[in-house]
């Protein structure tokens, strides 16, 4: 149970009721090796939090469950024509076959995956809204991967003489969900690797996180992601980010305005020409990370002019390059 300090002397009760949690097992041994809770910081603030629990090894132990209305979902979803979804109540991604990611925007919070894509005529779904299509490998922040000094593109398949690939749902909570693809033998020039690809997303977010992990030789891979191209592209070094903010027909919605927003880490190994696509090199460990966005201008939650989508984007980007700083103190008897 996860309960935030309360600081405010003119209402005592304001915070005395838990908030949303949930503990994960994110590396699917059978232990739960992560607790995962929403709070809001504004810059500079610093909150306490006080995290009750009680051991496995308790003898009587009595399980408690609260009831955390659900913001996020994850689930396989065969009549999506893709491998896995993942939402929260602002956004839907599809992660497809050749690691390229769709994405839904939505006019109102909601969850959707159940729904989406059951009718055959899209206006049984007014509200989750597919931004323009892409036939490229990549789409909105997928990925495909590079050799250095080299231009092909791998596309992350299996080997042919190995052709297994094993998708599951690591998580689907309240708080955070997590879809996951291991390729155990995956080609890229002449090495052979293991690569997993992890998205995840958190409640209230309109970000999907992206993360690739290599294990094998890491010697001179790169991964290639980005955005759709688009003459509108725009790339901020400083903030580590690349978006844009273009003219689009958007479905059953009609004409509309759809904002991109990827943010990765810096520096990058190359930013192309057209500013839609970026090269990433895994850290030592074999890792890299990067963030996802995808709106429109429709509805509720839909961003009205191009000003206040880069404002937005632009505060997320320092937002998740500079995460809070967490303590951890011992328990008060």
Not at 2 to 10: A, L, M, R, W
Not at 79 to 99: F, P, R, T
Not at 274 to 299: A, F, H, M, Q
Request: charged share 25%; aromatic share 6%.
């Amino acid at each position: 149970m996860v309960i935030e300090e309360n600081t405010d002397p003119q209402n005592p009760r304001q915070n005395d009721e838990p908030i949303h949690a949930q503990v994960d097992d994110t590396d699917y041994d059978g232990e739960r090796d992560q607790l995962v809770f929403l709070i809001d910081l504004a810059t500079t603030e610093a909150k306490t939090v006080f995290v009750r629990y009680v051991s496995e090894t308790a003898e009587n132990q009595m399980p408690l469950t609260f009831g955390f209305t659900k913001q996020t979902r994850a689930g396989i979803f065969p009549h999506l024509n893709a491998l896995a979804a993942i939402e929260s109540e602002l956004n839907v991604y599809l992660l497809k076959a050749n690691g390229a990611i769709s994405v839904f925007a939505k006019k109102t919070e909601k969850l959707e995956l159940n729904r989406l894509g059951q009718g055959e005529d899209n206006n049984k779904q007014p509200n989750t809204i597919e931004l323009k299509r892409t036939e490229d490998l990549i789409g909105y922040g997928g990925f495909v991967l590079r050799m250095r000094n080299n231009d092909k593109q791998y596309v992350p398949h299996p080997k042919d003489s190995s052709p297994y690939q094993h998708i599951r749902v690591i998580m689907d909570g309240p708080v955070r969900s997590t879809i996951e693809r291991i390729i155990p033998s995956c080609t890229v020039g002449d090495k052979e690797i293991e690569l997993t690809e992890t998205l995840s997303i958190y409640g209230k977010s309109r970000f999907v996180e992206h993360r690739i992990k290599i294990q094998g030789s890491l010697e001179g891979v790169l991964i290639e992601t980005g955005i759709p191209k688009s003459k509108d592209n725009q790339v901020d070094d400083k903030k580590g980010l690349i978006q844009s903010w273009q003219d689009a027909i958007l479905g059953q919605s009609g004409e509309g305005q759809i904002g991109v927003g990827l943010v990765y880490p810096t520096p990058p190994i190359l930013v192309d020409k057209d500013s839609s696509r970026i090269l990433l090199k895994p850290d030592k460990n074999g890792e890299v990370t990067w963030y996802v966005v995808g709106v429109c201008d429709k509805g509720d939650l839909g961003f009205k002019t191009e000003e206040d989508f880069k404002q937005f984007l632009g505060l997320k980007a320092v937002e998740l390059h500079t995460p809070p700083v967490i303590q951890l103190f011992g328990s008060e008897e």
